[in-house]
């Protein structure tokens, strides 16, 4: 049996000494003490009358295969950058960017070779989909069925645009618009989140 201790403790603070106690995870002894190598909660294994200090939940930080959601915030030469408000099922309280470029299409990015990359996204379009690097920036991967955008506006006069007859359509003044779709297009973002 395990019991946890709330009280955070630091990096070389003295826990118990050895006649208390095994030095476990995340513990050193010396001279008959156990001291703590990391910043964390005190854990007693009673069973094996064994002490450990366990880590914090760190900060989540963007990781390739974690699923986002985000909004399409601008446009530089070859980029769109998105503001990632969901990751991994968690909501975002600080912000992460990330960037969509031609290689976040994949194999699909072919068909929709011509033109710029405002046929595959456009501002403030909300996009779900995978960190795919993260190396210098997050660059996500839209290229699955699932992937893409699953929320745009009309960029004529910003009504949502609705899916009819396979073409994303602004029902207010008729303007017809292409981008990367996700199967999911038009679910609620609450649905969507469950999903991420
Ligand atoms: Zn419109």
Redesign the pocket.
């Known amino acids: 049996m395990k019991e946890s201790h709330s009280r955070l403790v630091l990096v070389g603070e003295p826990l118990a000494t050895v006649e208390e106690f095994f030095p476990g995870d995340g513990t050193f002894e010396k001279d008959g003490v156990i001291y703590s190598t990391r910043v964390g909660k005190i854990s007693v294994d009673k069973n094996r009358r064994a002490l450990e200090v366990v880590e914090l939940k760190p900060l989540l930080a963007p990781k390739p295969g974690f699923k986002i959601i985000g909004s399409v915030t601008g446009f530089s030469s070859h980029y769109a950058s998105v503001k990632i408000f969901y990751m991994n099922g968690n909501r975002l309280s600080y912000e992460y960017s990330g960037l969509i470029g031609k290689e976040s299409f994949g194999r699909s990015y072919p068909r929709f070779r011509t033109g710029s990359l405002r046929n595959y996204v456009r501002e403030n379009d909300i996009v779900y989909g995978e960190i795919m690097s993260t190396v210098n920036v997050n660059l996500l991967d839209l290229s699955a069925k699932e992937y893409g955008v699953v929320k745009a506006y009309?960029s004529?006069?910003g009504?949502p645009l609705v899916l009819f007859k396979k073409y994303l359509t602004?029902p207010?003044?008729k303007?017809r618009e292409n981008r990367k779709l996700s199967v999911f297009y038009d679910e609620p973002v609450e649905k969507l989140v469950a999903r991420v």
């Open positions: 009309c004529n006069c009504s602004c207010s003044c303007t």
